[in-house]
């Protein structure tokens, strides 16, 4: 199994920046995605961004052209770049990994970003 362990979160001014880290442990050999989810409250959790081993990206409509995703396969850490953040940012922000032999997805415990206007 892949454990995950997020950091990075916090309060912040609208227009500012923070950024997220995510470390894989156990068998992070088997990971292919790694991605950002989050979830304000009332609202569907939904991906922020994803990269996979290779390099492909993907981003929610939200947040391109501000968030930037990053990935170091060699520390198993995949990072989140955010800046001009907005107070519609503010949410619980999840790391998600998904198994590239069984397609399971794993998540992290949630790091909480507020963004004050």
């Known amino acids: 199994q892949v454990q995950l362990v997020e950091s990075g979160g916090g309060l912040v001014q609208a227009g500012g920046s923070l950024r997220l880290s995510c470390v894989a442990s156990?068998?992070?050999?088997?990971?292919?995605?790694m991605g950002w989810y989050r979830q304000a409250p009332g609202k569907q959790r939904e991906l922020v961004a994803d990269i996979s081993r290779s390099g492909s990206i993907n981003y929610g409509d939200a947040v391109k052209g501000r968030f930037t995703i990053s990935r170091d396969n060699a520390l198993n850490t995949v990072f989140l770049q955010m800046n001009s953040l907005k107070p519609e940012d503010t949410a619980a922000y999840y790391c998600?990994?998904?198994?590239?032999?069984?397609?399971?997805?794993?998540w992290g415990q949630g790091t909480q970003v507020t963004v004050s206007s």
């Open positions: 156990g068998r992070f050999f088997r990971i292919n995605v």
């Open positions: 998600s990994t998904v198994d590239a032999y069984a397609g399971t997805r794993t």
